[in-house]
Nanobody, 121 residues
Framework: QVQLVESGGGLVQAGGSLRLSCVAS????????MGWYRQAPGKQRELVAE???????NYADSVKGRFAISRDNAKNTVYLQMNGLKPEDTAVYYC???????????????WGQGTQVTVSS
């Protein structure tokens, strides 16, 4: 089994910062692309940012210049540093990872349980 566990969400005022973390654990051979998605009430889940194992990144236009994604391959962990938060950033943030698992070796997609981020105006 593989689990993704997110942490770091919470309530913050507009203009503030939060740092999200997501740790992958279990029968892991290697973790490939990792990313953060978010879903606001009544809206579809959308990509926030993603990072390849080698470090290449991709951001949604709405967060460019404010958010930064990074990872620690040794710890199977991805981070999302969120600065200059706006009320429209309020959503449940989900971690996603494409993982090569053991027994037999298979590439699978996993999601975390989500962490709430609320930005007050």
């Amino acid at each position: 089994q593989v689990q993704l566990v997110e942490s770091g969400g919470g309530l913050v005022q507009a203009g503030g910062s939060l740092r999200l973390s997501c740790v992958a654990s279990g029968r892991i051979v290697s973790v490939n692309t990792m990313g953060w998605y978010r879903q606001a009430p009544g809206k579809q889940r959308e990509l926030v940012a993603e990072i390849a194992r080698g470090g290449d990144t991709n951001y949604a236009d709405s967060v460019k210049g404010r958010f930064a994604i990074s990872r620690d391959n040794a710890k199977n962990t991805v981070y999302l540093q969120m600065n200059g938060l706006k009320p429209e950033d309020t959503a449940v943030y989900y971690c996603k990872a494409r993982i090569l698992v053991t027994g037999p070796s298979t590439m699978r997609l996993y999601w975390g349980q989500g962490t709430q981020v609320t930005v007050s105006s």
